[in-house]
């Protein structure tokens, strides 16, 4: 195996769904994302979706579609015309990058005691490594099966073919180095 196959194994992963007690979902800008949440909660893989988000710390303030506060808002608005029932989706809007967004999803499952055994990630492709890794650092008895969302064409097929995908998936490297080196200051 090459380095880059080896490389595009690490950062993407991708699970078949199965009967879940929850739905995560870390904040992002990115519509597909909730899109994809709610096709898993109509399909009936699990009861309750957890959005996370307020904003990206490094922009200070939500930077996608429409005029809304935090990236939960966001996300709350496309699950709900997606048909998730409003009583179906948690709230969680403190998180302003994918750590923060697996801590306050903890406190929030954890203040309405809720017993996360099995759940599902839904993030974008080439972000399921460094989501997963901070779930199952705040979720260390459930298992998570990742099952991402594609908002920006990015595969595990194409991402060398452009400058884009060589810069987003590359970039995932650097910012798990980062931020894990953050949490484990933390611990």
Same mark, same amino acid.
């Given at each position: 195996?090459?380095?880059?196959?080896?490389?595009?194994?690490?950062?993407?992963?991708?699970?078949?769904?199965?009967?879940?007690?929850?739905?995560?979902?870390? =904040?992002?800008? #990115?519509?597909?994302?909730?899109?994809?949440?709610?096709? +898993?909660? &109509? /399909? !009936?893989? @699990?009861?309750?979706?957890?959005?996370?988000?307020?904003?990206?710390?490094?922009?200070?303030?939500?930077?996608?579609? =429409?005029?809304? #506060?935090?990236?939960?808002?966001?996300?709350?608005?496309? +699950?709900? &015309? /997606? !048909?998730? @029932?409003?009583?179906?989706?948690?709230?969680?809007?403190?998180?302003?990058?994918?750590?923060?967004?697996?801590?306050?999803?903890?406190?929030?499952?954890?203040?309405?005691?809720?017993?996360?055994?099995?759940?599902?990630?839904?993030?974008?492709?080439?972000?399921?490594?460094?989501?997963?890794?901070?779930?199952?650092?705040?979720?260390?008895?459930?298992?998570?099966?990742?099952?991402?969302?594609?908002?920006?064409?990015?595969?595990?097929?194409?991402?060398?073919?452009?400058?884009?995908?060589?810069?987003?998936?590359?970039?995932?490297?650097?910012?798990?180095?980062?931020?894990?080196?953050?949490?484990?200051?933390?611990?």
């Amino acid at each position: 195996m090459s380095f880059v196959d080896a490389y595009t194994d690490f950062i993407f992963i991708e699970d078949q769904p199965e009967q879940a007690d929850m739905i995560f979902l870390p =904040g992002s800008a #990115e519509g597909a994302l909730p899109v994809r949440a709610a096709q +898993l909660w &109509k /399909e !009936g893989y @699990a009861p309750l979706v957890l959005p996370s988000g307020k904003y990206s710390k490094l922009t200070g303030y939500f930077t996608g579609h =429409g005029d809304h #506060e935090t990236e939960w808002d966001y996300f709350h608005e496309i +699950l709900l &015309k /997606e !048909g998730v @029932a409003d009583h179906a989706i948690l709230q969680e809007k403190q998180a302003t990058y994918t750590y923060e967004n697996a801590i306050f999803s903890r406190q929030v499952t954890d203040l309405h005691k809720i017993q996360v055994k099995k759940a599902i990630l839904c993030c974008k492709t080439y972000h399921a490594r460094r989501s997963l890794m901070y779930y199952q650092l705040l979720y260390p008895e459930t298992v998570i099966m990742v099952c991402p969302a594609c908002p920006d064409g990015i595969t595990r097929e194409n991402w060398r073919e452009t400058e884009t995908g060589v810069e987003a998936v590359t970039g995932e490297i650097d910012r798990i180095v980062k931020q894990f080196c953050l949490m484990l200051g933390n611990r």
